[in-house]
């Protein structure tokens, strides 16, 4: 992806986006201590490219497209762009004269019979790695489905750490890294609700207790239950 060639107002506006800052993971680790809450870490696989963006961008046909457009897991869509093609009435005449391809779904030779194979671009509908906006626009994503759809509060001065009250002594967070997420609750049931829900709306792990974090290795005593930071392998 090209990102270099991304012109700011017309293919991107903002680019930055936040991460949960060292002091509010050192506080949400106090937290965790204090409140004796259960701590879990999930890893969002590929997260840029599970985001949509939020303007009208075209790529050139990638290497390797039409080997990938023939096979069954893109036939909906190499139908759809058949459809189209014979839709438009700048093809209408040649599209009488090849209608055999049309009947076979035969997308590439049908796009040469037009002669419009150099003139064909794609538009893009999800992130992709590259993008100037990619961040933001992954955090974006997250952050509605954290707030809208599981009920967090986003933190007034810490927009990467969202919490839930559920009742007395019962209360959730959400501390967000890009994508490392960590979990910390009081009770396990909403604990595994939520991750369940995280997992189901994006592609990732469940990676268990948390025991690594950006290179800082999380260990908690059994017996005190104290938590200790380290960062010898960094």
């Not at 949509?52 to 290497?63: A, F, G, H, M, T």
């Amino acid at each position: 992806v090209g990102g270099h060639r991304q012109r700011s107002g017309l293919d991107y506006d903002d680019t930055a986006a936040p991460v949960l800052s060292a002091n509010s993971f050192r506080m949400l680790m106090s937290f965790i201590v204090n409140l004796g809450l259960k701590k879990k870490h999930i890893d969002i696989s590929q997260a840029f490219v599970q985001s949509d963006v939020d303007k009208l961008i075209y790529i050139r046909v990638p290497e390797h497209f039409w080997e990938a457009v023939e096979s069954s897991k893109f036939t909906e869509a190499k139908l759809g762009l058949i459809a189209s093609l014979c839709s438009n009435p700048l093809y209408s005449g040649k599209i009488k004269d090849c209608m055999h391809l049309v009947k076979k779904g035969n997308l590439r030779d049908l796009v040469i019979y037009l002669g419009i194979e150099d003139q064909l671009c794609l538009q893009l509908v999800k992130s992709l790695y590259g993008l100037k906006q990619a961040p933001l626009l992954w955090n974006k994503e997250l952050v509605k489905f954290v707030t809208k759809n599981l009920g967090f509060k986003q933190c007034e001065y810490e927009p990467c750490l969202f919490v839930r009250v559920y009742g007395v002594n019962n209360i959730g967070f959400i501390a967000i890294y890009v994508d490392d997420l960590i979990l910390a609750f009081s009770n396990i049931k909403n604990q595994d609700y939520v991750g369940n829900q995280i997992l189901t709306k994006f592609e990732g792990n469940d990676l268990g207790d948390l025991k690594w974090y950006l290179s800082v290795s999380i260990y908690t005593d059994p017996v005190t239950k104290a938590i200790h930071l380290n960062q010898e392998s960094f």
